[in-house]
């Protein structure tokens, strides 16, 4: 239970902190400049340095199926039990682009890094994504060293 709990406390506090954080951008226009970051929003029709724009509508309908995809793994492989943290960061910074895509059809981005050359822009919820993933290999990898002992 205490699992679940962890899951859904991540999960939740993710998607409320990701929706927070893209209201100051696409609802109040926050913008700040500096040398080498610029808090700006950009609206993202794509994924990841605007892949698959192409695809316009059908975009979504192929991530919810991919969310969709890895719940069912999560649920069937038991991750829930091992993974509960970091599936909650990665679920509640999913479901955050998820909303925005079904709501203004694009993903809220507005991170964007440009010192020295120009990076993908991004916003929290791909932060939490990533630092989801992160997380999940940094365990299998302190696995791996314990079991090779």
């Known amino acids: 239970m205490r699992k679940y709990a962890i899951f859904l406390f991540a999960l939740i506090g993710v998607f409320l902190i990701d929706q927070a954080i893209k209201d100051l951008f696409y609802v109040q ?8 970051i610029s808090l700006e929003l950009h609206l993202n029709k794509g994924v990841a340095f605007s892949m698959l724009a192409f695809l316009g509508d059908y975009l ?3 991530q919810v199926a991919l ?15 091992k993974y509960p ?5 990665i679920a509640g910074g999913a479901i955050g682009n998820l909303y925005d895509r079904f709501s203004i059809d694009a993903v809220v981005d507005y ?3 440009h010192c020295g050359f ?15 993933i992160g997380l999940i290999i940094l365990q299998e990898f302190i ?7």
């Open 29 to 36: 226009h926050y913008n700040w400049q500096s040398k080498c």
């Open 60 to 62: 979504k309908w192929l």
């Open 85 to 89: 943290l970091s599936l909650g960061l």
């Open 67 to 81: 969310v969709a995809l890895l719940a069912y793994l999560a649920y069937k492989e038991e991750w829930l039990k």
């Open 143 to 149: 696995k791996y060293k314990k079991e090779k002992k």
């Open 111 to 113: 991170v964007y890094w």
């Open 118 to 132: 120009n990076f993908a822009v991004f916003n929290f919820a791909d932060v939490m994504i990533d630092l989801g």
